[in-house]
């Protein structure tokens, strides 16, 4: 077996993890123990994907697949993203500076580039997918700008940040399922899932999960950012609506 074939076989398990994981998580009571683990697994398994992911990129654009070895590794930006969000933001819920740290806006420029990038290639080779896809960095970049420089003052903010990061996440593990995996599974039936409903059919069922959750968990309270430097808190004064 070939260096590349072991990588895509390690990429492929880290994928079905992540799913179960993924599904595990979201089913399971929300803050208990069992919950906590399972997440932890998923995001374990997610950091396989990465590791995996961009030597495979490489070797695409090596063999002069230049437009899916770039679109591979933008994928990597934008999920890698999604999992270090939803890890930090539980993290540093108690300070949302230590959310919003320079790593973060990096991390905002990577996605905004690399989404810039993939839609001059969609252009060039005429492709709806690339051209739609790569809108989900370049927003995504944008809002994570909007953040630095207007830092959210819900006193839950750390909350809709995780679930928003793990939906996004979701849509990275059940595109690769739906566009790459499952489209392999039904090949000797003779069936081919059409790929823009595979690609952005978990955008729509994300866009939804998003609106229903930020109804249900939205503020209930605001708190004001203290600047750094001072011998307070960073969320320090609870401000009721």
């Not at 002069?64 to 540093?92: E, H, N």
């Not at 492709?127 to 790569?134: A, E, K, P, Q, T």
């Not at 729509?204 to 968990?217: F, G, Q, S, T, V």
Request: net charge positive.
């Amino acid at each position: 077996m070939t260096l590349y074939k072991m990588l895509l076989a390690v990429h492929v398990a880290a994928g079905i993890v992540a799913l179960l994981t993924y599904w595990g998580a979201a089913l399971v009571r929300k803050g208990s123990l069992l919950h906590r683990r399972v997440g932890q697994a998923f995001l374990v398994a997610m950091l396989g994907i990465v590791l995996t992911a961009v030597p495979i990129a490489i070797t695409f654009i090596a063999q002069g697949r230049v437009g899916f070895g770039v679109f591979f590794g933008y994928l990597v930006v934008i999920t890698f993203t999604a999992m270090w969000s939803g890890w930090r933001a539980i993290r540093s819920k108690r300070d949302v500076r230590g959310y919003l740290t320079p790593f973060y806006r990096v991390l905002a420029w990577l996605n905004i580039s690399s989404g810039l990038v993939v839609f001059a290639i969609g252009l060039k080779l005429s492709s709806v997918l690339l051209m739609g896809f790569c809108w989900i960095g370049i927003l995504a970049g944008i809002g994570m700008l909007r953040q630095l420089r207007a830092p959210p003052t819900a006193r839950n903010w750390w909350l809709k940040e995780h679930y928003s990061a793990m939906i996004a996440s979701g849509i990275a593990t059940h595109v690769a399922f739906l566009g790459l995996g499952l489209a392999r599974m039904l090949r000797p039936f003779d069936i081919v899932p059409p790929q823009e409903l595979a690609w952005f059919a978990p955008i729509a069922i994300a866009i939804a999960a998003r609106i229903y959750l930020d109804r249900k968990y939205g503020p209930r309270a605001t708190v004001t950012v203290v600047p750094s430097g001072t011998p307070e808190t960073q969320l320090a004064k609870l401000q009721p609506r």
